[in-house]
């Protein structure tokens, strides 16, 4: 059981990583101004508040800042999981995780889609793999 977490927890980390790689660069294209936002993101009733091209512009802008630095946390959480072995580690993860799941869930409230759907449930199954593997982690480390 013990080698299947651990596998299971290096798939969480990479997740992570990518994710991490992603929403830098992302952030990054948002705070230049070079990409609107992802309508997939908002809901229709947010999208419809940013109608005027400025105001779009701005808030997208902003996004971008918070994308960036969401990815230097992504990027942390990787390496709290990848690390493993010490308690800090596993609630950095688990407290980054747990945000990310309710953060989604807002997401979810005004527009149902795969995409926000598809990290809802990749976050969850962190946290179960996260509930699994830290049980080992906190304890017998």
């Known amino acids: 059981m013990s ?14 990583a990518v994710l991490c790689i992603f929403s830098i660069v992302t952030g990054m294209i948002y705070m230049s101004g070079k990409k609107e936002l992802n309508p997939l993101e908002l809901s229709d009733k947010f999208m419809e508040k940013l109608s005027d091209p400025e105001k779009r512009t701005a808030f997208a802008k902003k996004m971008g800042f918070v994308t960036f630095v969401v990815g ?33 869930s807002v997401k979810l409230k005004g527009k149902i889609n795969a995409f926000p759907l598809l990290k809802f449930v990749a976050y969850v199954s962190i946290l179960i793999v996260l509930l699994l593997g830290g049980t080992r982690i906190l304890f017998f480390s």
């Not at 080698?3 to 992570?16: A, D, E, H, Q, S």
């Not at 946390?73 to 980054?96: E, M, N």
Request: charged share 5%; glycine share 12%; with cysteine.
């Open 3 to 16: 080698g299947i977490i651990n596998i299971l927890l290096l798939i969480c980390g990479i997740f992570y």
């Open 72 to 104: 230097i946390v992504q990027g942390i959480t990787s390496y709290a999981i990848l690390k493993a072995g010490k308690p800090l580690y596993y609630w950095i993860a688990l407290g980054f995780t747990i945000f990310s799941i309710g953060s989604v």
